[in-house]
């Protein structure tokens, strides 16, 4: 599979996890895509951000959780520009394997603290 092809496939799945929740959205902007309840971004998917050469997945965690998983994992998970600072981790997308159970856990996570209480309810 050609690398192009592993990212729209790795977009893909991303994009089935993010829109099976509760009155989620997607909005593309380039290379890259936001993932919305009610017009809140709960997830970015970026492909070389900034020309970092990094395709993740970055989402909203608990308080401390962002230095937490980078410590544990540093090849992993990082700290992305602008958004980190405001509690958010970016999880690698482009590494040989991805724990997709490990995304869809870290998206629901980030769409727990975004979403509204009614769509919340939904889940």
């Known amino acids: ?16 996890i993010s829109l099976a929740l509760p009155e989620a959205s997607r909005e593309d902007q380039g290379d890259h895509a936001s993932f919305l309840i ?19 997945v970055c989402c909203k965690v608990l308080p401390g959780d962002n230095q937490r998983l980078i410590e544990a994992n540093p090849n992993k998970f990082y700290f992305p520009a602008y958004i980190g600072p405001r509690g958010w981790v970016g999880l690698r ?31």
């Open 38 to 56: 009610r017009k809140r971004v709960f997830a970015y998917y970026l492909n070389n951000h900034h020309g970092d050469e990094i395709i993740s």
């Open 1 to 16: 599979m050609t690398s192009a092809a592993k990212t729209r496939e790795r977009l893909a799945k991303l994009t089935h």
């Open 93 to 123: 997308l482009d590494l040989p394997t991805v724990d997709w159970a490990e995304v869809k856990e870290l998206v629901r996570g980030s769409y727990a603290q975004i979403a509204p209480k009614k769509p919340l309810a939904l889940l």
